[in-house]
């Protein structure tokens, strides 16, 4: 009996020697220290043998037992170390490895220049003043002394809106510039003192919409940035230096600006002004049109019955005015040829700004 305790003993040892998982160990924990494992049944055994036989015999077999079990513990300890091992081995991480910059968006590049333009303005004390897109033929043409008959108002230069109503008092039009945004504001202003209503200095940004082919140099949509200045003894001398402050602080302070005469209903005197060609310095060049001068603006002095219709007496007041396009600055900055660019939400060309 007892060579057959110590039989069992060493080969369960053995077999436990060559288990390398958890599952293997359970089966073996089954088969060597289970109810029926062969060392049980000496235990059951034990009354079956001669009274002097089994003090020995029973000692032996819970040496046995507490060996296996001890085997066992140790056994088990083993495998959950190298499963800890493996574990961490497996999922290890470099905490020296610099983090993963979640993707940004970006600003799109209409707003950027939109934003550079106003941040300047609002350095030389414009305040902005935003109105609305959809706007009544009134506003965007009447008021601003554009006449019936004025070739602004053909059908090919702006989008009429159908608003559906029964009441048509008002003929709706998407605003074809920023322009009627200066009556708005001159109301608004007026207003709030109609006797001697407070000077205004702001600028007016927004959305523009003209019923016009779509091709490299002229979409159905595009913003603009009006700038309105209306107070006592404003002249066109303040417009003039106004705006060639401007380009320098847009364009650098090199900058050479040029004032042509012009024609706007809504102005005059009026003017188109020009920067010297920032890529050919002036000598010509395609950018230019050989011309060595891009046009970036139209301005001029309020005309009096603009005035008049925003509430201000243009015997006691005057103002200048000026739009300007950020998109059209932008291509010249950048040297885009193509303004769909704007509007295609191609990533290739929006991720480069
Ligand atoms: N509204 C004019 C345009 O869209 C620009 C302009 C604004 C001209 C203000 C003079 C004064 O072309």
């Given at each position: 009996m007892l060579e057959k305790l110590s039989a069992l003993e060493q080969q369960a040892l053995e077999a436990l020697e060559g288990i390398t998982e958890e599952q293997a160990l359970e089966a073996?924990?089954?088969?060597?220290?289970?109810?029926?494992?062969?060392?049980?049944?000496?235990?059951?055994?034990?009354?079956?043998?001669?009274?002097?036989?089994?003090?020995?015999?029973?000692?032996?077999?819970?040496?046995?037992?507490?060996?296996?079990?001890?085997?066992?513990?140790?056994?088990?300890?083993?495998?959950?170390?190298a499963w800890l091992a493996r574990?961490?081995?497996?999922?290890?991480?470099?905490?020296?490895?610099?983090?993963?910059?979640?993707?940004?968006?970006?600003?799109?590049?209409?707003?950027?220049?939109?934003?550079?333009?106003?941040?300047?303005?609002?350095?030389?004390?414009?305040?902005?003043f935003t109105s609305r897109e959809v706007e009544t033929d009134e506003y965007n043409f009447q008021l601003l002394n554009i006449p019936p008959h004025h070739p602004a108002r053909e059908m090919q230069d702006t989008f009429y809106v159908d608003a559906g109503l029964k009441d048509d008092t008002y003929n709706w039009v998407l605003r074809t510039h920023t322009s009627p945004g200066q009556i708005h504001a001159m109301r608004y202003f007026a207003a709030l003192n109609?006797?001697?209503?407070?000077p205004i200095r702001i600028a007016l940004p927004g959305m523009c919409f003209r019923y016009e082919q779509?091709?490299?140099?002229?979409?159905?949509?595009?913003?603009?940035?009006?700038?309105?200045?209306?107070?006592?003894?404003?002249?066109?001398?303040?417009?003039?230096?106004?705006?060639?402050?401007?380009?320098?602080?847009?364009?650098?302070?090199?900058?050479?600006?040029?004032?042509?005469?012009?024609?706007?209903?809504?102005?005059?005197?009026?003017?188109?002004?020009?920067?010297?060609?920032?890529?050919c310095g002036g000598k010509g060049c395609s950018v230019c049109k050989y011309s060595g001068w891009l046009e970036i603006l139209g301005a001029g002095?309020?005309?009096?019955?603009?005035?008049?219709?925003?509430?201000?007496?243009?015997?006691?007041?005057?103002?200048?005015?000026?739009?300007?396009?950020?998109?059209?600055?932008?291509?010249?900055?950048?040297?885009?040829?193509?303004i769909r660019f704007f509007w295609s939400n191609d990533l290739r060309f929006l991720e480069q700004f």
């Open positions: 073996w924990r089954v088969a060597h220290l289970g109810r029926n494992a062969p060392l049980m049944q000496v235990f059951s055994a034990l009354a079956t043998l001669p009274r002097e036989e089994r003090p020995l015999v029973g000692q032996r077999a819970n040496q046995v037992k507490t060996r296996l079990e001890q085997a066992f513990a140790e056994k088990q300890r083993q495998l959950k170390e574990t961490l081995q497996a999922e290890r991480l470099d905490v020296t490895l610099p983090g993963r910059r979640p993707p940004l968006g970006r600003l799109h590049p209409s707003t950027q220049q939109l934003r550079r333009v106003l941040s300047i303005l609002a350095e030389m004390g414009f305040q902005v109609p006797q001697d209503p407070p779509i091709t490299a140099r002229s979409e159905i949509q595009f913003h603009q940035v009006e700038g309105l200045v209306v107070g006592h003894h404003v002249t066109f001398s303040d417009l003039k230096g106004t705006l060639v402050d401007f380009c320098r602080r847009m364009f650098g302070q090199e900058a050479r600006v040029r004032f042509r005469p012009s024609y706007f209903p809504f102005t005059e005197p009026s003017a188109e002004v020009d920067v010297e060609c920032f890529v002095m309020v005309h009096p019955v603009v005035l008049q219709n925003g509430g201000y007496d243009p015997q006691r007041y005057t103002g200048f005015a000026f739009g300007m396009g950020p998109e059209r600055q932008f291509m010249l900055r950048y040297r885009v040829e193509d």
